[in-house]
């Protein structure tokens, strides 16, 4: 069974950092591609950052380059999102999912979401100003 499990999520002051962490089972994490997701309240979620876990290949949304760091780590099944400079406007709910059966390959688009067939069930983070 794939399960994909965030945690790390809490909160923080603006400017501060947090590392969020998704386990995940039931596939290889070295054989498919991890993305991570946001959905603030009120807003449609978005794509936030996304790794190859073959190539190391990473990709980041304008909006968290230079602040957001994703990694992973194949023998602990883990995906890690490092988030430093925090603001207020980064408070979400966070998720991370994963393209088991993908048809575009990730260089050329990052963030589909139908491409994402299994998602965790988020955890939160907060920013005060």
């Known amino acids: 069974e794939v399960q994909l499990v965030e945690s790390g999520g809490g909160l923080v002051q603006a400017g501060g950092s947090l590392r969020l962490s998704c386990a995940v089972s039931g596939f290889a994490l070295s054989d498919y591609d991890i993305g991570w997701f946001r959905q603030a309240p009120g807003k449609e979620r978005e794509g936030v950052s996304c790794i190859n876990t073959r190539d190391g290949s990473k990709y980041y949304a304008h909006s968290v380059k230079g602040r957001f760091t994703i990694d992973s780590d194949n023998a602990k099944n883990t995906v890690y999102l490092q988030l430093s400079s925090l603001k207020p406007e980064d408070t979400a709910a966070y998720y991370c999912?994963?393209?088991?059966?993908?048809?575009?390959?990730?260089?050329?688009?990052?963030?589909?979401?139908?491409?994402?067939?299994?998602w965790g069930q988020g955890t939160q983070v907060t920013v005060s100003s």
């Open positions: 999912a994963v393209r088991l059966h993908s048809r575009s390959p990730l260089y050329i688009d990052q963030f589909l979401e139908y491409e994402y067939n299994y």
